[in-house]
């Protein structure tokens, strides 16, 4: 699944205009069909996977760090760099949210043209919270979509996929990554019903030979 797809599918076009009269998300999502009522078991159609249907292998590194993102301010010569990496796999998920925070570092130093490193997820979510904070940006990277990594990289809802480590990220981490995780959640949810199908609400499924309650 691509980026593109973030959720996959969506809610169709035609019922856009009739979401505001949905109490939830959920109600709307089991309206349209979109997810399986409780109690009820979905229609899973065989899945028919063959070799030739691959068209290209990538490897992607994810910068972890064990105490979590680095999102400090250093001096370099004249100029203030704001780091924004190591996100480890939930850059995804929480890229609003670090992107919050790092533009409202920016913008404490009252400078308004900003460079931004890289157009990846983390990359292009901050650019775009710069440029609507009302700051110039200009982005330097190497490749360009849609040949970026996290382009192709699977759009779930992760925000606690190998984030940090608990003794290293330290006892002020837990309501950091929270500030995170709350801001992207309410982020992503403006997308949700918009012509494109940028978000949607999907059951999944884990398949295994073992019951899960007993150890492999």
Not at 86 to 100: C, I, V
Not at 135 to 162: E, F
Request: hydrophobic share 40%; glycine share 10%.
């Amino acid at each position: 699944m691509k980026r593109r797809d973030l959720f996959a599918g969506s809610f169709a076009l035609g019922a856009v205009a009739a979401r505001n009269s949905w109490a939830s998300v959920p109600a709307a999502a089991a309206a349209l069909q979109r997810t399986a009522t409780p109690g009820t078991m979905p229609h899973l159609p065989p899945l028919h996977v063959h070799m030739n249907q691959l068209t290209d292998i990538k490897v992607c590194l994810r910068p972890f760090r064990a105490a979590g993102p680095r999102l400090d301010v250093e001096k370099i010569g004249d100029k203030t760099v704001i780091h924004h990496y190591g996100h480890g796999g939930s850059g995804w998920s929480l890229s609003w949210g670090s992107a919050d925070i790092v533009v409202g570092k920016a913008a404490s130093t009252l400078e308004k043209r900003v460079a931004v490193i890289g157009c990846g997820v983390i990359g292009l979510t901050t650019a775009l919270t710069a440029q609507r904070a009302g700051m110039d940006v200009t982005i330097y990277t190497k490749d360009l979509l849609p040949h970026t990594r996290s382009v192709r990289a699977n759009g779930s809802w992760t925000p606690d996929s190998r984030i940090a480590l608990t003794k290293p990220a330290g006892p002020g981490f837990a309501s950091l990554w929270e500030q995170m995780a709350r801001y992207s959640w309410k982020t992503y949810r403006d997308y949700l019903g918009l012509p494109g199908n940028p978000i949607d609400f999907r059951d999944s499924y884990t398949l295994s030979d073992t019951p899960f309650d007993q150890t492999p």
